[in-house]
């Protein structure tokens, strides 16, 4: 939310004051120290995003990159040359994977759906619901909107996921306001962030899982980063940039998916944390 606002994007969304984990039993919640947090529908974050950009004079040229050509002095892709290409082209990114950057991912496959409803958030608070089979995040992102993701390594359909949190399920009167959207897998292993002149950052430079809800929030910083490191002719410092600023997001994540990948360890995650208050707490805070 500070990147957002330091670029001068103004966008509309809907505070949230911290985390709040259930699991039908047992509770806990955790705000943040400083500022609260900003949840937003996605469409109106691109079109904050695309308004600054416009504002600024950035050109925008829409066409599809089937090849890229590069030497040393700069590359080449769809009809464009310049000195580098950032690729931003997503979790599954189709220029990573065509610069042989992908590395296959180990554990499980884990997938996310998430649909609109037109309910006025009954708290300030971002809901993880947890059960043996996956997680249920309804986050505030209008005034008279939610928003729930699922994140499972279960196949199956949002409605069935939805039967297994029943407290949740009670509250979601009337339909949905907008069609189930799914992705996946979401871990994404890469070999490196660069090649040559092609640089990758948000969820093309790796994705570990979504369950912290730090892409956004990573994807905004670590460009702050890359512009910073060719502003100063320093393309190669860039990985290990992105390494040092993602590594606590990645271990803390990479810890909560062990976990959540079998139904034991999952039920432990809601009791351990309600045990443990100022450690949930401390630990919510470190990723915001």
Same mark, same amino acid.
């Given at each position: 939310?500070? @990147?957002?606002?330091?670029?001068?994007?103004?966008? #509309?969304?809907?505070?949230?004051?911290?985390?709040?984990? +259930?699991?039908?039993?047992? #509770?806990?919640?955790?705000?943040?120290?400083?500022?609260?947090?900003?949840?937003?529908?996605?469409?109106?974050?691109?079109?904050?995003?695309?308004?600054?950009?416009?504002? !600024?004079?950035?050109?925008?040229?829409?066409?599809?990159?089937?090849?890229?050509?590069?030497?040393?002095?700069?590359?080449?892709?769809?009809? !464009?040359?310049?000195?580098?290409?950032?690729?931003?082209?997503?979790?599954?990114?189709? +220029?990573?994977?065509? !610069?042989?950057?992908? !590395?296959?991912?180990?554990?499980?496959?884990?997938?996310?759906?998430?649909? %609109?409803?037109?309910?006025?958030?009954?708290?300030?608070?971002?809901?993880? %619901?947890?059960?043996? $089979?996956? #997680?249920?995040?309804?986050?505030?992102?209008?005034?008279?909107?939610?928003?729930? @993701?699922?994140? *499972? *390594?279960?196949?199956?359909?949002?409605?069935? %996921?939805?039967?297994?949190?029943?407290?949740?399920?009670?509250?979601?009167?009337?339909? $949905?306001?907008?069609?189930?959207?799914?992705?996946?897998?979401?871990?994404?292993?890469?070999?490196?962030?660069? @090649?040559?002149? /092609?640089? +990758?950052?948000?969820?093309?430079?790796?994705?570990?899982?979504?369950?912290?809800? #730090?892409?956004?929030?990573?994807?905004?910083?670590? $460009?702050?980063?890359?512009?910073?490191?060719?502003?100063?002719?320093?393309?190669?410092?860039?990985?290990?940039?992105?390494?040092?600023? *993602?590594?606590?997001?990645?271990?803390?994540?990479? @810890?909560?998916?062990?976990?959540?990948?079998?139904?034991?360890?999952?039920?432990?995650? /809601?009791?351990?944390?309600?045990?443990?208050?100022?450690?949930?707490?401390?630990?919510?805070?470190?990723?915001?």
């Amino acid at each position: 939310v500070a @990147a957002l606002e330091a670029m001068g994007v103004e966008v #509309e969304g809907r505070g949230f004051r911290g985390i709040h984990y +259930l699991d039908g039993r047992r #509770e806990v919640r955790a705000a943040f120290s400083a500022a609260p947090g900003l949840g937003v529908r996605r469409t109106h974050l691109h079109a904050a995003l695309a308004r600054r950009a416009a504002e !600024l004079g950035v050109k925008t040229v829409t066409g599809k990159i089937t090849r890229v050509e590069q030497n040393r002095d700069g590359v080449q892709a769809a009809g !464009l040359r310049a000195r580098w290409l950032v690729a931003a082209d997503g979790l599954h990114s189709p +220029l990573r994977r065509s !610069l042989g950057l992908d !590395l296959p991912a180990r554990g499980p496959r884990r997938y996310g759906q998430r649909r %609109h409803y037109r309910i006025e958030p009954w708290t300030d608070f971002v809901e993880v %619901h947890w059960s043996g $089979a996956g #997680e249920a995040y309804v986050t505030p992102v209008a005034g008279d909107l939610i928003g729930v @993701a699922i994140l *499972s *390594s279960v196949r199956r359909g949002y409605d069935e %996921h939805l039967r297994g949190f029943p407290g949740l399920n009670r509250r979601l009167r009337g339909p $949905a306001v907008t069609p189930v959207r799914g992705a996946g897998p979401l871990r994404q292993a890469v070999r490196a962030r660069r @090649a040559g002149r /092609v640089l +990758l950052v948000g969820d093309a430079a790796g994705y570990v899982d979504a369950l912290t809800g #730090e892409g956004v929030s990573l994807a905004v910083r670590s $460009a702050e980063l890359l512009v910073r490191c060719l502003a100063e002719d320093r393309p190669e410092d860039y990985d290990g940039a992105w390494l040092r600023l *993602s590594r606590t997001h990645r271990l803390l994540t990479g @810890a909560l998916v062990q976990a959540a990948r079998r139904p034991v360890t999952a039920r432990l995650v /809601v009791p351990a944390a309600h045990r443990l208050p100022g450690l949930f707490t401390g630990i919510v805070r470190i990723l915001a």
